[in-house]
């Protein structure tokens, strides 16, 4: 009796394992598409902002923020503060630290499971708290100061950024998003202008650096809402497989449950009719 009894205690705690896991799935798919419909990405500023770049000779200005790519750059993970997402924080990561290994440099992470993971990996970073839905342009702001700070002490000489992008709600990305240099966001479409009439307030690398400083804090946001929203994917499509082996083990422990019963069942009339026979002689 004592395997039955197990069993069935066994079988009832993943139901109730199950229809927990159900809630929690419901919950993350109305945060899902709540935060989907809310999200909102500035576009027409990086398409203005890629005009004035055409529209302006690049080619015979010399500043850092335009120069190459290929020195040391300062990768941001950007992770959660919560688990059950699968692995989504560890490939985020593990995506970081796979660019400064090839190119050098220094690493932030932001999100307390991100840098769990950094410190397992014995990997020096500037850690970030994880990103607030309601504060995650101010959030985005305070380390776009932070990262031009490393970058005024030369630090590193380039941003990209390592973040999960939901492509819908089973399906995400890992996408690196290079912010600096800023020769990716010129447009091929608009002429360039010769600078010789204009008299500029400022310098070019003047007016180059404040727009950059706006474009970079922008992006930033922009990714962090787009983080959040693969999050929320992320942690059902893991429930989702948590629930279905679940579902998978307990239809195993029903089979052993009724092999037992049967054979308890069985065992029981031999006994009983060995009993009459017995009594019967």
């Known amino acids: 009796m004592i395997p039955l009894l197990k069993l069935k205690k066994d079988i009832q705690f993943n139901n109730n394992l199950c229809m927990i896991l159900g809630t929690l799935k419901n919950v993350s798919v109305l945060q899902f598409r709540i935060l ?76 307390e499971q991100g840098k ?40 590193f000489e380039s941003i990209q ?12 990305k890992i996408e690196v998003a290079s912010l600096l240099p800023l020769t990716g966001l010129q447009s091929e ?11 500029f307030e400022s310098s070019v690398g003047s007016i180059l650096e404040y727009l950059a400083f706006l474009w970079v804090g922008q992006r930033l946001g922009d990714i962090f809402g787009m983080s959040r929203l693969a999050e929320m994917g992320a942690r059902f499509t893991h429930l989702e497989d948590a ?14 449950y009724f092999k037992f ?5 069985d065992q029981s009339m031999r006994e009983l009719f060995a009993a009459r026979a017995l009594y019967a002689e």
């Open 36 to 111: 989907e419909q809310r999200l909102k990405v500035f576009e027409p500023f990086e398409k203005s902002l890629g005009n004035f770049f055409a529209a302006i000779d690049f080619d015979r200005i010399e500043h850092p923020f335009l120069g190459s790519s290929k020195g040391r750059v300062g990768v941001v993970a950007v992770t959660s503060d919560k688990g059950l997402l699968g692995g989504l924080n560890n490939r985020v990561v593990n995506g970081a630290l796979g660019i400064l290994k090839e190119r050098g440099g220094f690493l932030v992470v932001v999100g």
């Open 261 to 265: 019963r049967h054979e308890v069942v």
């Open 116 to 155: 769990v993971y950094a410190q397992h990996c014995k990997v020096a970073f500037a850690g970030y708290p994880g990103i607030l839905d309601e504060a995650r342009y101010p959030q985005a702001y305070e380390l776009r100061d932070y990262l031009f700070k490393e970058l005024e002490e030369g630090r």
């Open 243 to 256: 629930t279905q082996k679940i579902q998978e083990l307990n239809q195993k422990l029903k089979l052993q």
């Open 161 to 172: 950024v390592v973040y999960p992008r939901a492509l819908s709600l089973v399906n995400y």
């Open 189 to 199: 479409k608009t002429e360039s202008l010769n600078m010789d009439g204009f008299i």
